[in-house]
């Protein structure tokens, strides 16, 4: 049975939400199907291309009684696999356009997945001191994407401001980077719900994953050896949620999850939990400058080795903030990247 949301029935949109394979996903993830205007449906998010994926998004359709031929549009939140993987052959059975912020296409059209940017990603992780244990596990994610998804061939662009037209609403597409570089959510002002997809969760915080779209700038010294990424997860995140927070929003409808009210609590406790955690890397920097991946362990002593892409990502994100604040700087040892208290 498909769960009801009286919220969301008024504007005409159903919640289906189909199981993701990753616990650090937080539950199933949630495709939005939308009244279109004069007829058919629009998709907020399009699941997941695994077979029991793709299983729970027909039944869920069966029992709307409605078929994905009917699909009109397709709108992707951001990309990652749980959200885009389904689009494709969303796409090849209805005809419908894909879009999504031009900032998130190279994950949805494939692109950043070819030999190249891999490589260079990898070469950015050994600046941060990962063992080679993770760079070939970065290359064995790589490898098994289609397990999850299929890529888009054409993209279309998902302008910040535009006002997206349904049957019964209209929203505005609102960019939220950080989780993602393209992250956006649907903003409805009238009836004050916002489509928040991974920018705002109730049950886990999004994870600032390390991500080179954008590619690298000089650093602030302006040491040519110093280069960094234009994409600093954590401070973008940290910044779309006080814009998030400002917004009169009675209801979140999130993209994992049931929907849920209260976001400014939410964002409150998410802020303090990330300012201590930032306290913590700043304590543990006392001794002496160390590279991310020697912090990461620190922070974290109960992680599992799978989960070092995860640590190293949240590590780096507050080592961010905190060299945004002018707390910390980083500095180039041998080829590695150290970071330091001022
Ligand atoms: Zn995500
Ligand atoms: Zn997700």
Redesign the pocket.
Known sequence: MLPTVPGLERLGVKRVPVPVPFIE?GGPANVYVIEEDGGGLALFDAGIGTADGEAALLAGFRELGRDLKEVRRIFV????I??YGYARATQELSGAPVFAHPRDHDKITWRNLRDEPVERYVQYLVRLGAPAELQSRIREMVARTDRYARPVENVEPLTPGTTLKFARFQAEVVHMPG??PG?VCLWDQEHKVLFS??HLLEAVS??P?IDLEGGLEAGLDGDPGSERPRHRALVEYLRSCAKVRELPIELVAP?HGAPFSGHVPLIDRLTSFYTRRQEKVLGLLAEGALTAAKLAPLVFPRARPHQLFLILSEVLGNLEVLEDQGRIVRRVREGVWVFEKV
């Open positions: 996903a939140s951001h990309g990652h749980d959200h989780h993602t992250l997809d991974d999004p994870n994953l993209g």
